[in-house]
Each structure stands twice: as C-alpha cells, then as structure tokens.
C-alpha cells in the first residue's frame, strides 16, 4: 500500500492533478454527448400571384416556370376554399384553416347590423376582422423562436392577440401592380431581409394577373402578357437567389389563392338580375352582392322563406339556407356567414369581364402550386390537394410545431428530400450508448479517485 501511495499521490500538486484531470474529461465528454440537434430548418419565401389559374402557364412561352418543374415540384392543380376570394383562400393558406374556423368569409369587412361596409384593400389593417382565433404562420412561427415578415401578403398587416408580424408592409389602396421594375425591388427587399437580418420566414404578393382578370378576361392578350412578366420575374428570383448565397438553404413555395373565369354577358346569355325575383326594398335586410359568383343575403325579419323561394326561381343560380350548406363547404358553423349564400353558376354574375368566387370544384378555380429548395424533390409531379394543406407543410420546412389546423401533412411529404430516418436513430442510439458508457467510466473514475485519496489520508 505505500509503495502504491508512492507512486501514485506524492504530494498534494498530485491531487490537484489528477482532479484536474477529472475534470477536463468530464467537460469534454458533456461537449461530446450533446443531443442531436433536431430544430436546424432552411429558410422559407411563399410568394403568391394572386389570381393565377391553373393553366395560365400552357398557352404561353414560360421557360422559367418550365425550369421549375425539372429543378422542383409541380401539383397538377390546388383546390382553393369554398369562398373563391382572395382575403378568405390567402388566409386558409396562412393558418391551414377552413373558412368557417378562420372567419374571414369575404374580401370586404361588413357588419350585417349597422350595415357597414370596408373595401378589399381598407380592411388589410383591420385586425377586427381578421384576429378570430385562428393563428397565422406569422405568428405560431414567432412564437417559436423564428422571426418573420409579409410583404403585401393579405392579413400580415393585422394584429394576433396583441401580437403583429416582426415586418409587415401592407399594400396601399391605389398602389400600381403591375410594375416589373418594382417586382424585382420587392424580391430584393425580402431576400436582404434574410441575408442581411437572418428572417427565416416571408411572405411575398403580388396583385398579378388577377388584375388583368377582372379587366380584360382570362382570355384576353393582355393576360398573356402579364404571364410572361411572371416568368420573367421567376427567373429574375432564381437568379437573385443565388447572387445572394441563398441556393442551399432556401426553400420557395409559389402558389395563388383562386382562378379565373370568363363572365357570361347579354346578348350571349340573360344575366342573373337578382330584382327580377327578389323585392330587395320589402324582403333584404342586408345583402353582399356584386362580388364576383358569390353573395350572401340577410332576410328581413320573418321573410327568410320568402327570400330562398324567390331566389329559387331565378336561372343559373344556386340558393342554400345557411344550415344547409354541403359540409365540404366548411361554412356554416362561421357566425359571419348571412342567413343565405348565392353561388352562381361558372360565369354569370353581373360585373366586370373576369371574375371569381363561384364553385371551388370547376376548374376554372383551380390555381397552382410550385415549390423548389434543398428539402424539395426535383422533377416531382404531385396529385392535385386542397390549398388547406400547405399549412403543415410550411410547418414541417420550418421545423416548428403547428398550431391547431385543418391540413394533413401526409398530402405533401411525398414531396419532400426525407432525411434518411434510419441512419438518424442509429446515430443517436450510438450516442445514447456512448453517453451511457461514458458516464459508467466517469463513475469509476471518480471511484477511483476517492479511493487513491482515501489511501494517502490514511496513510
């Protein structure tokens, strides 16, 4: 035993060593046991072209977009929400949604009681009409760590309970949409924001072709046209993408909220003049017509069935109370929704050349889905799917929880680069076992030294 003591503690430098010693294993074998680092994500931009029917791309030259579909991911078509507009189908997007659980059920705020009525562009900033307890991405993603912005995006510029956007530019009434200049601004203002201030989520919008749309027709030249600045500008973003050093860790989702169609007009057709049928003065309390496809009717008191047969009566129409809305409409359960909703047949409505908000199912509405990045596959063709499920998409990208939604992520993983799952679990299980072996042998170390000090006291 002294002989051991000799050589082994010989003076009290020797402890102080071999604590030491001790103690710098441990700290490297903490450094080296960390967990596996499950919340690393690539950035996300969603840009959306407002209005962009599923087949505006077949009839005109757009080799950018031709390039997406060999460098990404391409969905035959998106199904938009029951309520074709542009606030209701963006805000499905943005909180994965239904119409009837997320509230926004028009592009106008209106009260039916004091008959108030705000435009599309005045109601951006109105958080009364858009904070129904349904959270956008915006803010789930905040809410997490990440930091997040909207250019122009609807609904970005409202607030959340109590919470806003980190960055939210809202689009201005009278503001110009068609500027390519400006589009290429815009794209460099949201990829600095990632470059230069480590945003991990944006959402960008452009009010294109949709303008067009209802101005000339989806099938008029002017139509093509916008398309083609489109293309344009999808080069330009790749293009910028990689001027920026964003190739690796950027994914992109481009998307729209509906489609377009042509509206049916005299001599061609009779056009739906709903006071044809309907004594607006004795019968509506409160109305939303006038809006593309789709309206809602508040019936004065007592006149609800007066209304509905009315109504049934008129052409190219079709009437339901509100209880008895398809439940694939995801409508009804919505306090917001009026006592009648109106859909009028593919075409017919009573303004503007182009228009929506008619039957989510006609393929006139249908609008598209692109995608590309590292966690996307290349030359992907996905099956159509509700716009409901980019949600948990978007989620999955960002690698945060999703608050409650209506979307399922298995509609879209198949389009994803997956992780290689079983080389993930083997890794951590090697490092589970070396943390475990590593704490057995620091034990017996720690042991042991107590034991060699114990022996030299003694002695």
């Known amino acids: 035993k002294i002989t051991f003591r000799t050589h082994l503690v010989q003076t009290s430098q020797d402890i102080k060593m071999w604590l030491d010693l001790y103690l710098g294993m441990a700290v490297f074998l903490s450094v080296e046991c960390k967990p596996l680092n499950k919340g690393t994500h690539n950035k996300l931009l969603v840009i959306s072209f407002d209005g962009f029917r599923w087949d505006y791309d077949q009839d005109v030259d757009t080799p950018h977009m031709d390039k997406l579909v060999e460098d990404g991911v391409k969905a035959k078509y998106i199904t938009p929400p029951a309520i074709t507009m542009t606030s209701p189908s963006h805000f499905t997007t943005i909180t ?69 956007v980190n960055r939210a530019l809202v689009e201005e009434t009278g503001q110009q949409d068609d500027n390519e200049t400006e589009w290429r601004q815009n794209i460099d203002t949201v990829l600095s924001w990632f470059t230069e201030e480590d945003f991990d989520f944006v959402t960008l919008y452009y009010g294109e072709p949709d303008n067009v749309g209802h101005a000339k027709g989806p099938d008029h030249p002017d139509r093509k046209t916008i398309i083609k600045q489109i293309d344009r500008t999808i080069g330009y973003l790749r293009e910028a993408i990689q001027r920026d050093g964003l190739t690796d860790n950027l994914n992109v989702i481009i998307t729209s909220d509906h489609g377009m169609t042509t509206v049916k007009k005299i001599p061609l057709v009779d056009e739906i003049i709903l006071s044809k049928y309907l004594n607006f003065f004795n019968l509506v309390y409160f109305e939303l ?171």
């Open 96 to 164: 994965g949604r239904w119409i009837e659980d997320h509230g926004v059920v028009h592009n106008m705020m209106f009260n039916s009681t004091t008959h108030q009525k705000v435009g599309h562009k005045a109601t951006l900033k109105r958080s009364e009409w858009w904070d129904n307890g349904a959270l956008p991405l915006w803010i789930t993603a905040q809410n997490q760590g990440l930091k997040t912005g909207s250019f122009f995006f609807p609904g970005g510029g409202a607030n959340y309970s109590g919470q806003c």
């Open 289 to 459: 017509l006038d809006y593309g496809g789709f309206g809602m009717i508040t019936p004065k008191k007592g006149k609800e069935q007066h209304v509905y047969d009315a109504l049934m009566k008129a052409p190219n129409l079709t009437v339901y109370k509100k209880e008895d809305m398809p439940e694939n409409f995801h409508l009804s359960k919505n306090d917001r929704m009026q006592p009648i909703i109106v859909i009028a047949d593919l075409g017919f409505n009573l303004n503007s050349v182009g228009d929506h908000g008619f039957h989510m199912d006609e393929m006139d509405m249908k609008t598209i889905f692109r995608a590309f990045g590292p966690d996307f596959k290349k030359s992907y063709l996905s099956e159509p799917f509700d716009s409901v499920h980019i949600y948990p998409l978007m989620c999955k990208l960002l690698q945060i929880d999703p608050a409650p939604n209506n979307g399922s992520l298995s509609v879209t993983e198949g389009m994803l680069v997956q992780n290689d799952t079983s080389r993930e679990l083997l890794l951590e299980s090697i490092l589970v076992s070396k943390c475990m072996t590593v704490n057995q042998m620091s034990l017996g170390v720690l042991l042991f030294l107590m034991l060699v000090i114990s022996v030299m006291f003694v002695n």
